[in-house]
Nanobody, 121 residues
Framework: VQLQASGGGLVQAGGSLRLSCAAS????????MGWFRQAPGKEREFVAA????????SYADSVKGRFTISRDNAKNTVYLQMNSLKPEDTGVYYC???????????????WGQGTQFTVSS
């Protein structure tokens, strides 16, 4: 599975942005998908995950209620809708695919290249 994240850029605090992650391969629908982010000088951290069927999602406490992960298996794409953005949301966002939807980086086999966005105050 190859993953291509897109949708980054510059947005003002309080604004919204949607990231997309397009996957190649016919087995996309079998994988749990996750979004992680990495701020400068910090470790990569979990943001959100979604089960292969889309029936279950999980979020980091820091984004719960503001971010929504979703997927369209027909389009081989997973999305991260981000609302009420804060400067601390700034970073490089990575999508990842694995056998389960997990909060742990180690559970994911495939990673996209990351997309950067900045939230200005």
């Amino acid at each position: 599975v190859q993953l291509q994240a897109s949708g980054g850029g510059l947005v003002q605090a309080g604004g919204s942005l949607r990231l997309s992650c397009a996957a190649s391969g016919r087995t996309f629908s079998r994988y749990g998908m996750g979004w992680f982010r990495q701020a400068p000088g910090k470790e990569r951290e979990f943001v959100a995950a979604i089960r292969w069927s889309g029936s279950s999602t999980s979020y980091a406490d820091s984004v719960k209620g503001r971010f929504t992960i979703s997927r369209d298996n027909a389009k081989n794409t997973v999305y991260l809708q981000m609302n009420s953005l804060k400067p601390e949301d700034t970073g490089v966002y990575y999508c990842a695919a694995g056998p389960i939807s997990s909060r742990r980086r180690e559970e994911y086999y495939y990673w996209g290249q990351g997309t950067q966005f900045t939230v200005s105050s």
